[in-house]
């Protein structure tokens, strides 16, 4: 199994750090975000099967030729409460590093889910209490502020769009709509299920700097995904200006920090310059990037299944 975990930990390796930063540095994300969505999302999860697959595959390398048969070996010596035979210092290293770093990464996931949502409710909460209903638009509640605010906050049953009455003072009936059709994007899409796992992996791995490249990256992808929705509805040069003039809050406090990539200067500047100046994505990259995308996260576990690769 040496042969297979050396393999995952060469993927590992490339999948942290020179793969996303080829991706962070392309242009081609910006004429087709649904597939650098996707992409993003294949490496981070391709990136943690490879890594805890090559921990544990070294450190159940000892007791079989093959993961399922060396686990066997390894669970029933352990019931017994016998060391198994061939147990090294490097191999109980190994496995102890793989079960920690996926303990670690799924509770942390959950604990930032139940997180997020206890601070959507009370979020949730705070708006319907200091909010009135935007007339003739459901589940859209208008702030009694000065400043351009507009956020979703999604919910199982009660997602909510949120406005500010002065977003509404500058921008025309078009613009709102395409806002209002922007914001509603992120609810359908559910992006915000997107931003948390994100989120969690970079609260998981602070030290680790592609964790939050990812982040950033992807959080400017769904923006860009919510814009393609809205300019169904309203030309681009109407919804350009309108970005341009909720960016220019600043990103006002109470705003979700999921909304971060709204406000940022550098993410509106390129989602203003894709509106004024369209372009799609060569077709290769829409024909070629989806399968790459599959092979990422299919590789981990056929390098663990593999006889060849295994015994």
């Known amino acids: 199994m040496i042969l297979a975990a050396v393999l995952l930990a060469i993927l590992a390796v490339l ?31 391709a990136g943690v099967l490879s890594l805890i697959g090559s921990l544990l595959v070294a450190g159940l390398a000892p007791y079989g030729a093959h993961p399922v048969a060396a686990i066997r070996v390894l669970t029933g010596d352990a019931l017994r409460g016998a060391v198994p035979q061939g147990t090294t210092t490097g191999s109980a290293l190994a496995l102890a590093a793989a079960i920690l770093l996926g303990a670690h990464l799924v509770l ?3 604990a930032t889910v139940v997180r997020t949502e206890r601070q959507r409710a009370r979020h949730r909460s705070l708006v319907l209490l200091l909010s009135a209903p935007m007339p003739e638009t459901p ?3 208008v702030l009694d502020a000065t400043a351009p605010i507009a956020y979703c906050l999604p919910g199982t049953a009660r997602s909510l769009t949120v406005l500010s009455a002065g977003l509404l003072a500058l921008l025309s009936e078009q613009e709102v709509q395409g806002v209002v059709e922007h914001e509603r994007a992120h609810l359908r899409q559910h992006h915000a299920l997107v931003l948390v796992a994100f989120r969690a992996w970079r609260i998981a791995l602070p030290w680790f700097p592609v964790a939050s490249r990812a982040q950033d990256a992807v959080g400017l992808l769904t923006e860009m995904l919510a814009d393609d929705q809205a300019r169904r509805t309203v030309p681009d040069p109407v919804l350009a200006r309108a970005i341009a003039i909720v960016a ?8 979700p920090l999921e909304d971060a990539a709204a406000a940022d200067p550098v993410s509106v500047g390129r989602r203003v310059r894709r509106l004024v100046s369209p372009a799609s994505a060569p077709r290769a990259v829409r024909a070629v990037v989806p399968i790459a995308a599959v092979a990422l996260v299919v590789v981990p576990p056929v390098l663990l299944a593999m006889p060849s690769f295994t015994g």
């Open 108 to 110: 942390n996931l959950v």
């Open 139 to 141: 589940r859209t509640r």
């Open 15 to 45: 999948l942290a750090w020179p793969v996303p930063l080829a991706l962070a540095r392309s242009s081609w994300p910006d004429r087709a975000p649904g597939t650098a969505l996707l992409l993003w999302q294949a490496i981070a999860l």
């Open 248 to 255: 220019s809050g600043g990103g006002a406090p109470g705003v």
